[in-house]
């Protein structure tokens, strides 16, 4: 009998030490899990952070570039001014050469003194009268 209860020890040892390993061996897997979990966020997070530096090292080189646009075109518009500016103050150029200038004017002269001489000759002559064309044009017969 004796040797029955040794084999029924064995096997409630057995049995209790399965239970214990699995309980045991439970709490250690979990227990990896989450080792793992934290070194794979702390590896996402270091990634992250690198996205994010290098967003902002990217956003800086545009506010620059930025900057330098901008002060270029402040100065292509000042130049501008300037230049509108000047082009203000100088007198414009003449259409025509000063030769041709005078020459128009002196032809005008020419032109209205003979306009006017027409005039005082048409002055003796009294002025055409068509009011009777036009009755005729508007009234039917």
Known sequence: MSWIIGILLVAVGAVIGFFVARYWLHEHSEEARLSEEVTQSKQQFAAYQQEVAEHLSTANALVEQLEETQEKLKAYL?????????????PSLPFFAEDTIRQIRMANTTRSDRSRSSEKENASEPPRDYSDKKQKLFTKD
Do not use: F, G, I, P
Not at 79 to 89: A, I, K, P
């Open 78 to 90: 000042a130049n501008s001014s300037e230049l509108l500016q000047r082009e203000q103050t100088q």
